[in-house]
């Protein structure tokens, strides 16, 4: 695999190719010497992978009739066909390709690749020359057509350094971006550092050769189920390390393309090989062509600081490093005291503030390793991806965008460098095999902060920042906000109200930054609702527990169900069902849930002198229609006397989910404790969510002997977590061993019906 073996693959196929069109040429035309045969695309260029298509133009001067070309080209196509050869091709005279390639991008891009095969090579050399002068001559006119077409492209791919299976040669960052950088290049409008991404293009483009294969069939999405094989076959030691040099590769593409189209933006109307006038701003820095540049003739090897302060007045300014600053910074980097200096430490907490525009910067400095050098600890990370369904950036550039939104929030703690900062390194312990990221983050952290200038009780903040920045989310998602001890247990890890609302920040931030399928307006309440619990405490007001629920209005029947009005949260419908408790009464709910087509967002039960009490937060399926009470309430007598058998109709729900095909998943975790709960065993159940999960695990729990007092349910994308507080049948917290039991019987029930 490489490139000359794409190029021998080109060869071998234009030498077939040849000697079949002029045989046909001979035997259908008249005047066999006036038609030729050329390759454009990427067969054009000679790169031709396994299952690619032969893009072929075939032109004629138009001499002859429109049915003998027709029999003739058949004629040379048909047996290639019958071979299985996928072909992509066009027929046309000269002045017909010119007409086309000003109406279709597709077509010019093409063209741009031409290659002579076979026939009037004169012909073919003309309409190359054609298609290469108009690109320049009306660049001004295509080049908004390619960003357009780019743009919609990325809208149907995304973004290749992110996603869990991408498109090698469509998404962001892929082969077609390369394809379009080498094209602006040709056009004259800007410089390109093709160089840069030379072997980006040549990994992605082996990658390609090892997806396709011996099939021969072009796929150029590297699914989840094949990248093993592709890591494989290309010697890396797993798909992890093969997925993080794609990454690698494609953010290499989308940085000089965001670069290129910056330059073009900048310069219109003008010629950019005319040196401009730069405009001092700083020490050493200039603007010049829209661009923070170095001054010319300024010294850096005197100057440690110059990389972060240039970095810093990029980002606030809202423009980008220029690459021959970033390429020079490289060359002639000077370390940085230890500490460092508190102005440039006032550098790198402006960089990170800035909001949006620093991505650009910070991706800037990162492409010529300035940020490892200036951060060893940032090597780790880099590019790292996370097969998590819930993430969509890898590690490091989900610190940044947490830093974004961190950005966002300064104004609402008093100490913001600590919280920027905090957002920027909060996942730095990500990656290390059999270590919890949170408690070796903080390990890293405590040193890094220290050299950043940070003093001893800042570095402690920081440090609690890190090692914490899971905690408010877990506990809000997981644990009764009602129960004093829930927030006693926050309190004491959190003990300072101002670390807390950093903390808190923080948590919106990381939150924000992952996106929907982990954060939403519900879990941001609960939060905060956590938050002002916690920060009551600290100012001396005793925690006490709220009232059981009530239910709304009298309760005249044994079983109650009412739809509740809920001004606040008119996206879910909120149901409250109010029943005399008994055995298996949630496991029969739950059952209810699933088989009504509601899919749970969040749930809370409490069970008080026999009576239970329980609000479902639900969303109805998209294509189901809304139960009425009566029809619930008839269900739900019919499932607790035994004549519904809820766990038929579930696994007939979950059979039709079994038709499609799903995305490998981390097997259930079940766990036990009594850290929390004042007298109740909490069992703890994390998985990938799917219909009929509470269900099979109130039903296990009851039928182990065991009373559930209250449980709280929640659905965070695709992540299920459920927490259930039992006791035994005395109403006493269940044994270490006999919680243990139990929370194994649930997990192997859970394993059962995946």
């Known amino acids: 695999m490489g490139t000359r073996e794409r190029r021998d693959r080109s060869n071998q ?8 069109f002029l045989q046909c040429a001979n035997e259908h035309l008249a005047k066999p010497e006036l038609v030729s045969l050329a ?88 309409v190359a020359v054609d298609s ?100 494989s076959t290309m010697a890396f030691a797993d798909a992890d390390a093969l997925m993080l040099e794609v990454a690698k590769a494609a953010r290499a593409v989308d940085y000089l393309m965001d670069l290129t189209w910056h330059r073009i933006d900048s310069n219109e109307g003008k010629s950019w090989f005319r040196k401009s006038k730069s405009q001092s701003i700083d020490k050493g820095l200039a603007i010049l062509n829209s661009e923070i540049a170095v001054e010319e003739n300024y010294e850096i090897l005197n100057d440690s600081a110059i990389g972060l302060r240039a970095a810093a007045t990029a980002a606030q300014r809202g423009l980008p490093l220029s690459i021959d600053a970033c390429v020079l910074f490289s060359e002639k980097f ?49 590019f790292l991806p996370q097969r998590n369904v819930l993430h969509h950036h890898t590690v490091d550039r989900h610190m940044l ?81 009602d129960d004093p001890a829930t927030i006693a247990f926050v309190v004491e890890k959190i003990k300072d109200p101002e670390a807390l609302q950093l903390l808190h920040a923080l948590s919106i931030s990381d939150g924000e930054a992952t996106g929907k399928a982990a954060w939403s307006d519900w879990k941001a309440g609960l939060v905060a609702n956590l938050v002002a619990k916690c920060l009551a405490a600290m100012a001396g007001i005793k925690p006490v527990s709220e009232p059981d629920l009530i239910p709304v209005g009298e309760i005249t029947e044994d ?118 709960a004042t007298n109740a065993t909490i069992i703890e159940v ?3 969510d799917r219909p009929g999960i509470l269900f099979n695990v109130t039903r296990a729990i009851s039928r182990f002997g065991v009373d559930i007092k209250s449980a709280i349910v929640s659905t965070l994308g695709a992540e299920a977590f459920d927490t259930l507080y039992v006791t035994d049948l005395a109403g006493q917290p269940l044994t270490g061993e006999r919680a243990q039991l139990l929370a194994t019987k649930v997990e192997n029930i859970l394993i059962t019906h995946l």
């Open 686 to 688: 994390r998985m990938h």
């Open 401 to 481: 965008e947490t830093a974004v939104h961190a950005a966002t929030l300064t104004r609402t703690v008093t100490r913001p460098d600590l919280l920027l900062v905090s957002a920027l390194f909060h996942d730095i312990g990500k990656g290390f095999p059999n270590k919890d990221h949170s408690e070796f983050g903080e390990e890293l952290i405590r040193p890094l902060a220290k050299r950043l200038g940070f003093d001893v009780k800042d570095c402690e903040t920081i440090a609690l920042l890190v090692r914490e920045h899971l905690l408010l989310s877990a506990v809000a998602t997981r644990r009764d906000l």
């Open 334 to 382: 000077s370390p940085l005291p230890n500490p460092w200096p508190k102005p440039v430490l006032n550098d790198l907490v402006a960089l990170i503030g800035a909001g949006r525009s620093m991505i650009r910067v910070f991706e800037a400095l990162d492409q010529d390793g300035l940020i490892e050098k200036w951060i060893p600890e940032w090597s780790h990370v880099r």
């Open 559 to 676: 079983i109650s169900i009412k739809f509740i009005e809920n001004p606040e949260n008119t996206e879910n419908i909120e149901i409250e069902i109010v029943a005399k408790d008994q055995t298996g009464l949630l496991s029969a709910v739950a059952g209810l849930m699933t088989i009504s087509r509601f899919n749970v967002r969040s749930a809370k039960t409490r069970t008080t002198n026999d009576i239970a009490v329980m609000r479902w937060i639900v969303e109805i399926d998209a294509n189901a229609a809304m139960p009425s009470v009566e029809k619930l309430t008839e269900q739900l007598k019919r499932a607790l006397s035994g004549e519904l058998d809820l766990g038929r109709k579930i696994d007939e729900r979950i059979e039709s989910y079994r038709k499609y095909p799903g995305i490998p998943t981390p097997a259930p975790v079940v766990f036990a404790a009594n850290d929390l």
């Open 132 to 231: 290469q002068e108009s690109w320049r001559k009306n660049k001004d006119k295509y080049l908004p057509k390619l960003r357009k077409s780019i743009l919609e492209r990325e809208s149907r791919s995304g973004e290749l350094a992110f996603l869990l299976e991408p498109d090698l040669k469509e998404a962001r960052g892929g082969l077609r971006d390369i394809n379009a950088l080498r094209a602006i290049e040709m056009s004259g409008a800007v410089p390109v550092s093709l160089a840069r991404v030379a072997e980006s293009e040549a990994l992605l483009s082996n990658v390609r050769d090892v997806l396709h294969g011996e099939s021969l069939k072009a796929r150029d999405q590297l699914l989840l189920t094949e990248q093993d094989r592709v890591a």
């Open 39 to 126: 390759a454009v695309g990427g067969y054009g260029r000679g790169e031709l992978a396994p299952g690619s298509d032969l893009d072929l133009l075939i032109l004629h001067d138009g001499s002859e009739k429109p049915d003998v070309i027709s029999g003739f080209v058949n004629a040379f196509l048909y047996p290639l066909w019958d071979q299985g050869r996928a072909i992509d091709h066009a027929t046309r005279t000269r002045s017909e390709t010119r007409e086309i390639s000003h109406e279709d991008i597709r077509v010019t891009l093409g063209l741009l690749d031409l290659r002579h095969i076979a026939g009037d090579l004169e012909l073919s050399s003309a």
């Open 13 to 20: 196929i234009d030498k077939a190719l040849r000697v079949s």
